[in-house]
């Protein structure tokens, strides 16, 4: 029964890269967890911001997200951006989950690393991380759309963008065959570790595209240009939201390593872990600041506002996803900083243009995402990873192609932009014209919640305001 | 100092055998927090389908479950559910946590697999594991009893469940002295991998049993049979709850395979997340469409109910949680979009035989872990694993033993039902005859919180409802 | 391309050290998750227990903790509690993250464990298992001040608690260079495992001088000396707070060994777990029970409180965080339910010395963690850990070493509780004498949300007060 001293060396490397292997998943796993969890963070942070008489309009649609992303980017999300084999533009393979051994196991040991490589083994496990990001792309634009978009576009547009807008997105810059991942011929390589571009500058001209086609809420901007205020209903929703959103954040970052078995992995991890939350507090404070500067200035008075703080941290929190595994902890204050002070600008650019944007979705994603797209090269330490091995950032020695590398990631930037502009005019155009986009004015007057969805938010204060009705009469 | 190679070789097998032990305790611990997290998911799932003068008692028996039910679970339920020795119906050791040796470290390196076998080592991860399952159980009665139940009928009730009732369930299909797990001499194996039957139908038929013992609320049903609302006061708080509960239910089904370090393991926890999450959205878009279709027939009007979305998708997740990690998506979504339909069927059913279930906790557990256990069996691709070998299941080639299999849960089902339901009727007319069961009429007529809690949910809205009489006088 | 032997096992022995560091920063960066979710456990109970005007800003400043905090201990605390090399007294070095070298992977095999040392890989992963500690230790404070701190006293203390006072703490129990854990010279260790005292008696003793140089908020305490209840707006919230606490809680605790990759590790986070529970259920019971003998001695009627169970729960759990990780359960029970009803009667004094605590945050944490301080040692299976070797605890055969460590743990919390207290005397006084200390009379009086924030946590629930004050006039 005794074993030769070769074959328990050979068990001891099969076992060890099991080890890798369960343990690599285990981390996908749980900081997907996180990350599904901030649908529940989008779903408060948008309840608390709309008023009560649509918030469980809201609700449903966050949590259509996840029913209909996930059957979404399962029969097709998850192929278009992973499948192999695909070609640089989008993949192939794995439709509806075919192809997939389900329980095959089939080991090869990495002599080198030890790492083993089943074929069909770690499919699922990937497939819940990359969902719970699909996810987060869709939710991004539920914000801009909020208290006027009909159910039927909400339903359309979810499902598109979990399974073929994000998806081509991530295929180009996450998979092995993606031209911005290849570098085309060019030896550049994009720098987006947790999606500042691939998932927020994606839902980010999503939620600007969708906003414009459906046009301000009723009354949000008066005929002569002005600013009507239409407050949410509970600063304490949004709050929750907010800090269920810091939570999944660094989980985002920090588990876009998407393995914590090799050497240096787990410091990768609470790298970005680190950098987020440094970035998130930078933007949060500065926003406060430009948001109380900027009020003072136009004698709206003096006020430290919650929700600027909010919303500049979460921008803080979306310029720090491209860079945070790669940068200084000052690179992401810095860039923390910029993206709090740039979301405050943002935000009065787009009402200035009256756009109604009743998350600042727009503000918070796509200015807070192409902040992070643009620094994240500039600020890195190691840089480009071309064949594992890092051509150094430009400040860190990386001489003409770290530039160089700069302006991969701005090609990025506008290919991944124009592609999600593209697809969402279509998209929302069409809605418009077969009239599905927008619920009717009645309905916008009265509230969503009572016409569409036969349920109040809060049944008892509606038989106050009821009887209250009556008593005047 | 040097070592002989056969030396390192051992070391090598000692640390890798501590690894496993250690990955597979971490395992459990973190998906255990998810699932402890469900009690607050749970919590406000039922404080938002309560009226608000009730919200109080219902959060504080959710918070009680945790503290009797860890008390009752370490004393008694742990004990009686997997204390070794143990014979086919119960297990009877460690009661009180005696006979457990804290800090031992006894190491037995399994020379095939590495594995590393501790005496006592895994006690306490596999106690807190199997306690927040135990809590779930009882937690489903909550909501089937409440605005009624009285504060003793809920301690007392709450403790037998955690510390008697459900553990018997548990013993018998997860232990491997149970008699379910064995097959007492029929070749057979339970098939329910994450507690369709063992926790669901158990707390399921609990919750039938005391709905139907303690009568419906005041007012519920008139005495010409009408059906009258009584809505919740808050869908946020319940929408709260449903994004928690479908965080939770994605690690009870996941987590349940309890360890991450031999080949494999990974893959079968990815796949019952997987699956799980598909299960839950065809259920939430079933029973949604089987709810609009419903009422539109009825005349009721053409709604898209949220509460329905919600609770037909945790009824999925529910019928998953036997077999999702054995089945393919596929399969998933059908059993899912099953349970969705049923869910909507029995609610109904269920409301015309005038029980009255504040939560829908009957059909949401009883039919979803009915649908679970039978269509587990049924769908499974390896089938009963007897003696860790697969037998593959109907649709895989499985043959007559398959079959058999099936036959196996249904006997497992309606022995845990009777089970179930025997305790049940028991304990809940025992409670009737002393009068420990139900509060009294005055006390339901003007609110629980105020009479039996000193304390109000929401105060401020309290003195605004006083004012208001004082201003009407 | 074949290896030697010696060469195979050496590469397993380095694979096998990888594997351990990346395990134990998994370990510390997931457990670190949840405890930062503590920080909105934080907010939610002071949410609700503060009044609705005064709302978004108790949230405004748990917001602020996580900024402010992660910033200052990043550039101050840190480097002050774990910069090495450090005196007995404070350590200094990495300020500003200062020479840590990102991705310097130096790993030197040990031996004998095969653990790896990379010389800087574990720091970000140790800050952030760090900083949500001492995050945690700030927001206690809050409570205590809520509803009439202001804006700067807040940003101002809590920069100072999180970058130096609590560092200080931390340095001396927990730093290898720390005064109480070499034990200058008397070969004792203070035997404080998760922060009783590091953590709660230092925050706690903040919150008592806080509360006390702060006064009372306006009516809380009649010139006749009688007591007026302010209650807080929202239970439900305050039970979302108390249910993410109780989570936080088991990381909090189960966390605190910072790693799993030892022999018997798994089993110590198990055991602090399993002991966190039944801690904090046999003191929310313990506390609820003593409410109600109190009140009902008193007249006050015979109520079973919500609250008085979720603070006596917190306390409890407070209590475990000393000895958790090296008392058998028994003792757990034990140590709460003193903490429980002990958490009651110094309420009740609190009150009586007219200190105005909104949270009571002092008796939960000052006296939670004080029990759990002296407890720990007296408890203990093990005892001190001079050298990694166990001298045992006194009731488990330790002798006079094992009494004059819990001597020593006196010492510890003497020490920490005048350091703290000197400190935030200081501290307070000055903010006090240069009047940044409290919010102006007429601020109290309308609310702090609409004054300095201009932001209301109910937007449309001040709508409808101000159209009933019109329909008044």
Redesign the interface.
């Known amino acids: 029964?005794s074993?030769s001293?070769?074959d328990?060396?050979e068990?001891?490397?099969r076992?060890?890269a099991?080890?890798?292997?369960?343990?690599?998943?285990?981390?996908m796993?749980?900081n997907?967890?996180?990350v599904?969890?901030m649908?529940?963070g989008f779903?408060?942070l948008e309840?608390g911001s709309v008023?009560?008489v649509n918030?469980?309009n809201i609700?449903?649609k966050n949590?259509?997200d996840?029913?209909?992303g996930?059957?979404s980017f399962?029969a097709f999300g998850y192929p278009f951006a992973y499948g192999r084999p695909g070609n640089s533009f989008i993949g192939h393979n794995n439709f509806?989950?075919a192809n997939v051994d389900?329980?095959e196991?089939t080991?090869t040991v990495d002599?080198?690393?030890?790492a083993g490589y089943?074929t069909?083994?770690?499919?699922?496990?990937n497939?819940?991380f990359q969902?719970v990001f699909a996810a987060t792309a869709a939710t991004i634009v539920s914000g801009a759309v909020a208290e006027r978009a009909d159910?039927a576009c909400y339903v359309i547009y979810s499902f598109t963008i979990t399974g073929f807008i994000y998806p081509v997105s991530a295929h180009w810059v996450w998979s092995p065959d993606g031209w911005l991942y290849t570098g085309a011929g060019t030896g550049l390589r994009m720098q987006d570790f947790a999606g500042s571009c691939v998932v927020h500058v994606c839902g980010g001209v999503a939620a600007l595209v969708g906003a414009k086609i459906l046009g301000p809420r009723l009354g949000r901007f008066s005929e002569d240009g002005k600013l009507n205020a239409i407050?949410?209903?509970?600063?304490?929703?949004v709050?929750?939201g907010?800090?269920?959103l810091?939570?999944g954040f660094?989980?985002f970052n920090?588990g876009s390593i998407q393995r914590?078995?090799?050497?240096?992995?787990?410091?990768i991890?609470?790298?970005s872990?680190?950098n987020t939350?440094?970035s998130?507090?930078?933007a949060?404070?500065s926003a406060m600041l430009a948001n109380r500067v900027y009020n003072t200035v136009k004698g709206n008075?003096k006020?430290?506002?919650?929700?600027m703080?909010?919303n500049g941290?979460l921008a803080g929190m979306v310029a720090s996803c491209a860079g945070c595994n790669d940068i200084?902890?000052?690179a992401a204050?810095t860039i923390g900083s910029v993206a709090g002070v740039m979301f405050v600008v943002a935000r009065n650019v787009v009402l200035w243009a009256e756009i109604d944007d009743p998350l600042d979705a727009i503000s918070v994603h796509l200015i807070g995402g192409t902040i992070g797209t643009i620094s994240a090269p500039i600020f890195a330490?190691?840089g480009q990873m071309v064949g594992g091995k890092p051509e150094g950032g430009p400040l860190y020695g990386g001489g003409i192609i770290a530039w160089k590398g700069v302006g991969w990631n701005l090609v990025g930037l506008l290919s991944i932009a124009l592609w999600s502009g593209i697809c969402c005019i279509t998209l929302f155009s069409t809605l418009n014209m077969v009239g599905l986009i927008r619920i009717p004015k009645s309905v916008e007057e009265v509230g969503i919640d009572i016409k569409?969805?036969?349920?109040?938010?809060?049944?008892?204060a509606f038989v106050?305001?009821i009887s209250d009705e009556k008593k005047k009469k």
């Open positions: 029964a074993m001293q070769q328990e060396i068990l001891l490397k076992q060890m099991i080890m890798k292997e369960n343990q690599n998943q285990f981390f796993l749980i997907g967890m996180f599904f969890f649908q529940c779903a408060f309840a008023r009560s918030t469980v609700l449903m949590i259509l996840v029913f209909v996930s059957l399962f509806f989950g389900y329980f196991k080991i002599n080198s690393t030890l089943e069909s083994s770690s499919y699922f496990a497939w819940f969902y159910f407050p949410g209903h509970s600063v304490p929703l709050s929750l907010a800090f269920i810091f939570l660094l989980c920090g914590i078995s090799e050497d240096g992995d787990g410091l991890a609470s790298l872990i680190t939350i440094i998130g507090s930078g949060g404070l008075g006020f430290w506002s919650l929700l703080a909010i941290a200084a902890p000052w204050l330490i190691r569409k969805h036969g349920e109040l938010a809060y049944p008892e106050r305001v």
